[in-house]
């Protein structure tokens, strides 16, 4: 099984992990472990520790909480196999007699979220533009521009974009990241999901700035063309809290599109191990997601494909299948309506497994636009719902950013104006509704009067 282990290494070692400036390698973390066959491609990941106010819990996720990454609260990732019939002795053992290993977490299978399909488009892209308001939002100024937009998904190919939205697409190659082993250029890869998530988002937000993360292309044993592990999208946030860190404060804004998840528990640890992803909050992926949301970042993931009308095949949880960072209370998780207003059936259902009000609100999905499967095939499942919320998001950003609207107030400011679809208020088919672009603008209009 292939693990995420956890490691205390010295304070020199882990403040070279978390310095942007310095590329540490697993040889200088650690120098073995037993048991272990340690992923030397892998680059090691710092991860920030929670840190509650002065008396708080320090065991306790549930309270305000700074994240730190100073050599003496962080810990650092690296990634290895563990042998499945050495697996239990292994994770018994291994924190018992090495002091410097905090913990061994899953790293889960993580594919892209297709739909089962089969239905014809329901509208086009320009439907979509017009029911987000997009003439409204230009009007306001609100398009994007110096919005850092990033696509973690399969690479995007900027040229079939801009062929099939009309205007070039605005990549930000040096920015943009690979993980180990993946080669390519931002913007110049294959057509194909990360393509499609790229236009979608363009529709709300064309003048954002495209930040190609193409985790998806990661190759494992048994992989697909589409899937990728867990420990590159953990790669993958921590490049992204540098990107963050970079922007001035006053103008920071970084906008992350998710169409993907994890489907299956076979690739985790059981609910209740201390190493499980789909429902533990202090799994590192998850911690990092809270580091890099309080930092500034507004994180959108979908919902997924596994609602009860028109389940995804791979859709292998019983019940409550939003898990992991999908259902993380720190982000936007997305459901999909199609145009006409109503639930596509493979929209994933809440409760989720760490925040139980998931998904939070909806958006337009099913609809004819980046044609990235074909003239013929729609733009679909919540993956393409999520980038189209994306794209509403980083063009809020044009004129809000986080120092102005934090991404917890931006948060609630979407599920507050939602249009509401299901029963009154909250709901686990809609959340809190569709997205609703003048009731977000009027609100803006309000606190900008109530500023000035």
Known sequence: ?????????????????????????????????????LDHSFTPVAVPRPVPATGGDPLS???????????????????????????????ALLPGT???VVGVHADPVIESNLTCGGDDPVGDWHDVERLLGVAELRAEGLDGTGVAL????????????????GSNPIVDVRNSWNPAGVSGTAGQFRVDHGTMCAFDALIGAPRASLIDIPVLLSRRPGGSAMDGLLSDAVAAFAHLRTVLAAQPQATRSLVVSNS???????????????????????HPFNLIISSLEQAGADVLFAAGNCGRDCRDSRCAYPDRPIGGANSHSRV????????????????????????LRKPDVCAYTHFSGSQAFGAAEPDSGTSAACPVA??????????????????????????????????????????????????ILSSLRRRELRVA
């Open 390 to 439: 994306a794209g509403l998001v980083a063009a809020i950003r044009t004129r809000w950013p986080a120092s102005a609207l934090s991404p917890s107030q931006l948060r609630t400011l979407l599920r507050r104006t939602a249009d509401d679809r299901g029963g009154v208020g909250f709901d686990y088919d809609y959340g809190y509704g569709v997205l609703d672009v003048s009731g």
């Open 1 to 37: 099984m292939r693990v995420l282990i956890q490691l205390r290494p010295s304070p020199d070692v882990v403040a070279a992990v978390a310095d942007p400036g310095v590329t540490a390698t697993t040889a200088d973390v650690s120098d073995g472990l037993p048991g272990v066959v």
């Open 150 to 165: 990033a696509i973690v998904d399969t690479g995007i190919n900027s040229a079939h974009v801009g062929r099939h939205l």
């Open 98 to 100: 090495r002091s410097d």
């Open 61 to 91: 996720l549930n309270q305000a909480l700074t994240f730190s990454l100073a050599a003496e609260h962080a810990s650092v990732l690296v990634r290895g196999e563990i042998s499945d019939d050495e697996l239990s002795t292994r994770l």
């Open 332 to 355: 936007l998780s997305i459901g999909g309506v199609d145009t006409t207003g109503e639930r596509v059936g493979y929209s994933s259902q809440g409760p989720g497994r760490l925040s």
């Open 260 to 282: 993907w998840g994890s489907f299956s528990p076979r690739w985790d640890f059981p609910i209740g191990h201390p190493g499980n992803y789909s429902d533990n909050a202090a």
